[in-house]
């Protein structure tokens, strides 16, 4: 995979020899971006060798930008097999199990999803930075889009995303919003993992539509104007139908994990300007209750 990103300078904004910074600025990078390339060996070059951030261009030259100016990310390699969705040289999308978390903790140092794609990437990119564009709960299975430059992070736009859950009871309306404030739950400073609705919390807003009813819950689509943590649990939960199997917002979870899943995703690929659609198919533990 090529770490660098190219670029022909066919003008010069009618400047005479313009620097890499007035480059950089002129095409939208960010602060950022331009102070880690400052910072980062070898992450600019001009015709194939390494310049500084104040060289100067001339039309026609080729200006080559590191697309991973950062240090690469440095956490423990996790066995497991992914289940790709998509890749390409600027994404990697997967379908996370139930049960497993994004990142490494105290408790999952050894099963996280971050360490099994820095596994997955270590030989295609050796400086590969860790970036997840959205990061579901541990119980909460789905697509998960992980990027693999900093160009793809900075240029992904919004993400469409549909949810699919199995809440308990049968809901009093096909279709309805929750628009409740939650609140983090903090004791002595300490976050304690649980969120609840509350009017000195944040704006939340779910939007839910009953797709099928059963004797003793229902399946249901949900879509988010807000991303607050635990935002469909936390919701759920305060009208009354949490999800199945949640051991945080459910007093019978009965399951050992929340039946939710990120079924559905679409974004414009900001390089190709195509629409990318992914669908997933239901677990195989949601079977017993969807047959």
């Known amino acids: 995979m090529d770490e660098y990103e190219k670029f022909i300078i066919e003008n010069t904004s009618n400047l005479k020899q313009p620097t890499i910074f007035f480059f950089l600025k002129n095409n939208n990078f960010s602060e950022h971006y331009i102070k880690n390339l400052r910072?980062?060996?070898n992450s600019m070059k001009v015709n194939g060798k390494p310049e500084k951030i104040n060289q100067r261009l001339a039309i026609g030259d080729v200006l080559e930008i590191h697309k991973n100016p950062n240090l690469k990310t440095e956490i423990h390699f996790c066995e497991g097999e992914l289940d790709i969705l998509f890749e390409d040289d600027d994404y990697l999308i997967v379908n996370k199990p139930h049960n497993l978390t994004c990142t490494p903790s105290k408790s999952h140092f050894y099963n996280n999803l971050g360490g099994q794609v820095c596994n997955y990437m270590k030989d295609k990119q050796p400086n590969f930075v860790l970036r997840i564009l959205n990061r579901l709960d541990k119980e909460t299975a789905g697509i998960v889009i992980i990027v693999k430059?900093?160009?793809?992070?900075?240029?992904?736009?919004k993400i469409n995303k549909v949810y699919m859950a199995l809440c308990e009871g049968q809901l009093p309306e096909n279709q309805f919003t929750i628009n409740q404030p939650i609140l983090t739950i903090n004791e002595n400073g300490i976050n304690q993992l649980k969120r609840?609705?509350?009017?000195n919390g944040k704006p939340a807003i779910t939007h839910i539509t009953t797709e099928k009813t059963f004797a003793n819950f229902s399946l249901i689509k949900v879509t988010l104007e807000t991303g607050r943590t635990h935002q469909i649990?936390?919701?759920?939960?305060?009208i009354g139908h949490s999800l199945?199997?949640?051991s945080i917002?459910?007093?019978n979870p009965k399951e050992n994990h929340a039946f939710l899943i990120l079924k559905q995703i679409s974004f414009t690929h900001f390089r190709r300007k195509k629409q990318i659609n992914i669908q997933i198919k239901y677990p195989q533990d949601w079977k017993k209750y969807l047959t």
């Not at 430059?149 to 736009?157: C, D, R």
């Not at 649990?233 to 305060?238: E, G, I, T």
């Open 39 to 41: 910072n980062f060996p």
């Open 149 to 157: 430059n900093l160009m793809a992070y900075k240029n992904t736009g």
């Open 196 to 199: 609840v609705v509350s009017e």
């Open 233 to 238: 649990r936390v919701h759920l939960s305060h």
């Open 244 to 246: 199945l199997g949640d």
């Open 249 to 251: 917002y459910s007093e």
